[in-house]
């Protein structure tokens, strides 16, 4: 008889209850794939070239996705989904708990704040909360701040 730990319960039920009680999960709920909301081609449409998304066995794709620079693996960028960690909070006051310098953003989603130096973008539309942060080449940013709210916008207009 297969054995599953309580957290693998849990896990299938969230990935599978929603289906099953109300249609298709859309894109950006909890328990959907992220990966129709951000693709390798959007990052070509900011003028950043060679990008591919992560192995598959990289990451949970429900939860987040990893793009890399093809030609050395270096991670480029990583979106991934955020969540209240206590009752009624807000994506303002998560963001302010992770960052100091946490700023808003305006035309980006419902809400959205760059914060770590810019080099992190949280954002919310609806009920669906990510965050954005971009990787390193060296000492330097692959992202811009305004690339990351671009590629925000760009998963807002897919929700």
Same mark, same amino acid.
């Given at each position: 008889? =297969? ?6 319960? =849990?896990?299938? &039920? ?7 009680? /109300? @249609? ?5 709920? #909890?328990?959907?794939? =992220? ?11 900011? /003028?950043?070239?060679?990008?591919? %998304? &992560?192995? #598959? ?9 990893? !793009? ?15 969540? #209240?960690?206590?009752?009624?909070? $807000? ?11 946490? $700023? ?15 080099? &992190? !973008? @949280? !954002?919310?539309? /609806?009920?669906?909360?990510?965050? %954005? ?5 060296? =000492?330097? #940013? !692959? ?8 590629? &925000?916008? $760009? ?5």
């Amino acid at each position: 008889m =297969l054995k599953m730990r309580s957290v693998d319960v =849990l896990k299938l &039920a969230v990935v599978l209850l929603p289906a099953l009680l /109300g @249609g298709p999960v859309e894109a950006g709920e #909890p328990g959907a794939s =992220l990966e129709p909301l951000l693709k390798a081609a959007d990052f070509e449409a900011i /003028g950043v070239k060679g990008v591919v %998304l &992560a192995a #598959p066995d990289a990451y949970d794709r429900v939860e987040q996705l990893g !793009f890399e620079r093809a030609s050395d693996s270096s991670m480029v960028a990583v979106l991934a989904r955020l969540e #209240p960690t206590q009752p009624g909070q $807000t994506l303002g006051s998560l963001v302010k708990a992770i960052a100091s310098d946490a $700023t808003p953003v305006s035309g980006v989603g419902d809400e959205a704040y760059s914060y770590l130096a810019g080099v &992190a !973008f @949280g !954002f919310r539309k /609806g009920k669906a909360t990510f965050q %954005l942060m971009s990787g390193f080449d060296g =000492l330097n #940013p !692959f992202l811009s701040r305004e690339q990351l709210a671009a590629l &925000a916008r $760009t998963i807002c207009s897919r929700l």
